[in-house]
């Protein structure tokens, strides 16, 4: 891991999504994000979403070179089947979909007894309710705010009411899940999301588009910072 401890800059994680970096590249863009808190690495199987990305073997090699922890997104179908793999591989953290999962809970604490934090994601349209009993079998709630699949695409602030009733609901169980979003996230739109309870944000273009990614990293985070509720 890195010299900051993850989540140590004012309550806001800011993790960089390797689907904007330079694959031919992989190693000299991970080289420029130290100080993210993760690296988010999304894993697409062409059949949960229409797009294909990266493998175990893909990941197994970021994992090798990167020296900021891996952060991994499963937008795959049977995540019961191939989740585990990924937490095997060292990820700090494994998220997959709520809509592919037959028993999320079993597999999150499958994940958990890995090693490995456990997340669950939802999509746009996909409510969160049914998540609320059980906040706590899970470190991670990943609240889309665009329809997975395709990075560079715009932010949904319908999101946010579902985003804004999850972080009422952690601080009245006080729950210490983390709140995390991803699509559409730049300067104007993660002021939105931290407003509504958001405390982990996955950063694409916004980052690997900057001339200096870690400059735009600290930007981000400022920006997060100054729009989170004290809770």
């Known amino acids: 891991m890195h010299s900051d401890a993850p989540g140590a800059h004012d309550g806001v994680r800011i993790n960089p999504s390797i689907l904007a970096a330079d694959f031919a590249n992989m190693e000299a863009s991970l080289a420029r994000i ?11 199987d062409n059949h949960f979403v229409p797009n294909l990305t990266f493998g ?6 970021i994992q090798e070179t990167s020296t900021v922890p891996l952060d991994v997104h499963l937008m795959i179908e049977a995540p019961e089947r191939w ?40 999509k746009p349209a996909t409510p969160v309710e049914n998540l609320y009993d059980v906040l706590d079998e899970f470190d991670q709630i990943l609240v889309m705010t665009v329809e ?47 407003e509504a309870g958001a405390d982990t944000f996955v950063a694409g273009s916004a980052v690997f588009g900057a001339s200096d990614p870690d400059a735009a990293i600290t930007s981000l985070r400022a920006a997060a910072a100054s729009h989170r509720h004290a809770h």
Request: proline share 6%; glycine share 10%; aromatic share 6%.
């Open 34 to 44: 130290q100080g993210a808190d993760f690296v988010h690495v999304d894993v697409m």
């Open 56 to 61: 175990p073997q893909m990941v197994r090699r």
């Open 83 to 122: 989740a585990p793999e990924y937490a095997e591989l060292g990820a700090a953290s494994v998220t997959f979909h709520l809509e592919a999962s037959a028993e999320p809970v079993t597999l999150a604490r499958r994940l958990r007894a890995m090693g490995a934090r456990a997340g669950v994601a939802v």
């Open 148 to 194: 997975p699949g395709f990075g560079g695409q715009s932010f949904m602030p319908e999101t946010m009411p579902k985003l804004t009733a999850l972080a009422a609901e952690a601080r009245r169980r006080g729950s210490a899940v983390w709140l995390q979003v991803d699509g559409g996230i730049g300067e104007s739109t993660i002021a939105q999301a931290a």
